[in-house]
Structure formats: C-alpha cells, structure tokens
C-alpha cells in the first residue's frame, strides 16, 4: 500500500469519530447480548438478534482489517490491539455442539471498550504496572489472614465452632470479618464466652482494613499517578517538538530571507586611494 494512503487511512481510523463509532458498536453489542438473557424477548425477535450479531461481528472484522491495513507490522507491536484482535477471533469460531462454550465468550467483546476507551486503558495499563507492589501486600494480607485463622481456630473453636471449628471454617470467618460485614455478630457470638475476644478482633481489623488494605489502594492510587504523568508528559513532549520544529522553519525561513538581502546589496565600492598619491 503507498505510503500517502496508509497515512490517510491511519488518520481516519484514528480520527475521533471512527472512535466514537467503534464505541457505539460495542454499546449496541452489549445492549444485545442483555437482551439475549430474556427467554420470552430472544423468542419473539430471534432473527433480529441474530441478525444484529452477524452485522456487529462483521463491523469488527472490518475495524481490525481497517487498522492492520493502516499500521501495517506495527499493529502487532501493541498489545492492545493483540487484546481485539483476540476476542474478535473468537467470535469468528463457529458455535457447534462441541464449542458452544465459546457462545459464552461473547460477552467478552463487550471488555473491547477498555481498549478502545483511553481513559479505561490507562486505568488497566496502571493496574498492570502496579502488580509488582500489589503482589507484596496481596502477600503480606493472605499472612495475616492466615496466622488470624489459626489463631482464631486455636482460641475459639469450643466457644464458637460454627465460626472456628476448624481451619477452613476459621479462615472464612476472618475473611468475612477483613470486608467487615457482620463482624460484630461473630464477635458477639464469640464474646458471649471469651470476654476478651474483641481484642483479637479489633487488632485485626485495624491491622488489615485500616493499614494493609489502605496500602494497597496506595500502591493503585500511584500507579494510576504515574500513568497519567507519562501520558501527559509524551502529549508536552509532542507539543514541545512541534514547537521545535516550527521554530527551526523560522529561523531557516529567516536565514533564506537574510542571504536574498546580502545577494541583492551592491558590491561596496573600492575607496582605497591609488598608490603614489599624497
């Protein structure tokens, strides 16, 4: 393809409408596939559903086709297109008796506008960044949550069995009491024999759900900080470089308009007197 019309394609299919365009679709598409769940509804308009999921699965294969053909190799380098690229293969399989698991991944087209939508995507690029730190603390909260069922089967398994009368059971118990819901009731159904047991329950909770936990949304809050600095510092970076360059055609545009001047001046005359005269 010459490279004049790569570059006019690539422009509109970058183009803020195309956009909003592809945004619709996927709109309409998660609209069918919820009105897909109503047996009485899939029933009566089966044909126009099916319709409408051929006519949607076809504007996508023609979105991709579309941007392939504008970026060429370089749609391949990005993972997001990778993403699309991925769930609109998937639509394309055939839905027989020994696949019709994959039906169900229709609804993963509707996860398209998080490509396609760059506030989402930089809020899913910041999560990704940020695994490494989540990993830690994820770590440090499964520890806690562990050593606090063990401790909890080994003090109250007799005073409150249905909570604690074994570690499984423990274990759930502390994890609903880390979402504090209802805790208070397992509290009390614990105090009602051990008196002191709000301690344990008290120290657990301000160890998780106060520090472990607002550690984790610090790590998030961060990484989404990060995200939105380097995205705003490449759109000051391409600012700065078409500053540069319309700078640079200044003063190459000053300099070309300097040399007409000099050439156009006459030759400075020869005032030097002759030699031998006084």
């Known amino acids: 393809m010459p490279s004049i019309s790569r570059e006019r394609l690539r422009v509109f299919v970058d183009a803020p409408a ?15 596939l919820g009105l897909e769940t109503s047996p009485e509804f899939a029933d009566q308009h089966a044909t126009a559903l099916l319709v409408t999921d051929r006519l949607i699965i076809a504007i996508f294969v023609v979105e991709i086709l579309l941007r392939i053909a504008a970026y060429g190799k370089a749609f391949f380098r990005d993972p997001w297109n990778w993403f699309d690229l991925i769930i609109v293969g998937v639509a394309l399989v055939p839905a027989s008796e020994s696949l019709s698991i994959l039906r169900l991944f229709r609804f993963l087209r509707i996860l398209r506008l998080i490509s396609v939508v760059p506030g ?13 730190g989540l990993a830690s603390i994820l770590v440090l909260l499964l520890l806690a949550l562990y050593i606090a069922a063990v401790i909890g089967e080994r003090l109250f398994h007799q005073a409150a069995p249905q ?4 570690f499984s059971t423990s274990l759930f118990t502390m ?26 329950f008290a120290a657990f909770i301000v160890i998780t759900a106060f520090f472990i936990l607002n550690l984790l949304i610090g790590v998030i809050v961060s990484a989404m900080e990060a995200e939105v600095n380097a995205s705003h510092w490449k759109a000051d970076q391409a600012i700065e470089l078409e500053q540069h360059i319309a700078v640079m055609n200044e003063i190459r545009a000053l300099n070309e308009r300097v040399d007409r001047l000099t050439a156009a001046l006459p030759a400075p005359a020869n005032t030097r007197p002759p030699e031998g005269s006084s």
């Open 163 to 166: 909570h604690f009368g074994d």
């Open 120 to 132: 989402m995507r930089r809020v899913v690029s910041a999560l990704f960044t940020a695994i490494p």
């Open 18 to 32: 195309f956009q909003r365009a592809v945004i619709a679709v996927i709109t309409l598409n998660a609209i069918a």
């Open 175 to 200: 994890f609903t009491v880390l979402t504090v819901e209802n805790w208070p009731q397992v509290a009390q159904d614990v105090m009602a024999t051990e008196p002191l047991a709000w301690i344990f």
